[in-house]
């Protein structure tokens, strides 16, 4: 394939084969703070497979205000009742939206009440929650998808495309950045992400998850080794390692990553495959609100794609409801998220041992 052809030979929907139906999957929320209401159920609501039925919140009158403004949400329920069951005729899945030490019990009571499971990433705190969390949807045989965006985004799947077709040759070195002021984002010293009992972590487990799960989707491949540095300057990351994070993975067949992240730094987010004959690029690559370009090179060849911005949660929504749909394990399962638990921990691991740490 010409490099001119690679605009007009792919699909954005690649996986998709349903693309309507009488029948939408019905969504349980649960957690309703400002990603919820901004993001994931705008998203929803422009959704053709699904839509959001029952909101859960710790407070009933803000799921029941906010549900106030949706034509298809029936109920706002706590957490005690959707623990009690409250409204679980009115749903068919669950979106696990809560702080990520809070995932776990949520997801087992889904999982009890034999209802699909989206989790936000990452998917807990710990491992060991992490593997309760897989294991508690195998032990009710209920679907377990990890909501990795980056699966459906059109240029990166076209970037893993390339790299499958050899575009770039035999991948030597994957580069990842993700970076923030998180603080000004979210302007709260006290939120939830600088807590490690609710977080787990802070640079590498909040948005390092990114370039990391990102280089695995792109090479098809999961880490064998990491080695990591982890820092934190700034006072209101006192309870945190990783203010800034830094880690090296080893992959399978001499292939290196190289991620950063950090939560006090200029906004900017960028994917790269180095290979022995050319290179592909996604830059802006991981935050929602940047429209995507994909650059290839190859030989003498250089072209620069421009994807037309779509809703990454409209995307990921979409293909978690067709999954479903058409009875089709997702990518993103469970065992496939708890690789990524597993490596961000042992970054830290590497940090405090100034080791590299295998897997």
Known sequence: MELDALTTDFTRRDWQTVTETDDP????????????????????????????????????????AVGADSATVERG??????????????????????????????????????????????????VDRARRLVETCDTHDVPLMIAYRMHTEP?????????????VGEPVFVHGNMTEPILELVPDPDQWRLDWELSGGCAAMDIGIYPLNTARFLLDADPTAVYGTAHSVAPEFSDVPDEHAAFQVAF????????????????????????????????????????????????????????????????????????????????????????????????YEASEAGRAIEL
Request: aromatic share 8%; proline share 4%.
């Open 77 to 126: 329920i706590t957490y005690d009742e959707f623990h009690d069951g409250v409204a679980s005729d009115a749903y068919d899945a669950v979106y696990v939206v809560t702080p990520n030490a809070e995932h776990l019990p949520f997801v087992e009571t889904a999982a009890e009440l034999g209802k699909a499971v989206l989790c936000e990433k990452p998917m807990e705190a710990t």
């Open 252 to 347: 399978p067949d001499h292939v290196t990553g190289m991620c950063t992240a950090s939560q006090n730094a200029h906004l900017a987010s960028h994917i790269r495959v180095t290979g022995t004959a050319g290179e592909i690029r996604v830059e802006p690559a991981f935050y929602p609100w940047d429209e995507r370009r994909l650059h290839v090179s190859h030989g003498d060849s250089d072209l620069t794609i421009d994807f037309e911005g779509i809703d990454q949660m409209e995307e990921e929504f979409e293909y978690f409801a067709h999954c479903l749909l058409t009875d089709t394990e997702p990518n993103a399962n469970g065992e496939h998220g708890l690789v990524d638990i597993e490596t961000l921990k042992a970054v």
């Open 25 to 64: 999957v019905r969504i349980a929320m649960v957690g309703v703070g400002w990603w919820t209401r901004e993001q994931a159920m705008p998203a929803v609501a422009a959704a053709e497979l699904c839509e959001t039925t029952v909101l859960v919140s710790g407070d009933a009158e803000k799921a029941r």
């Open 155 to 167: 240029a990166v799947r076209r970037a893993r495309d390339l790299v499958r077709e050899g575009y």
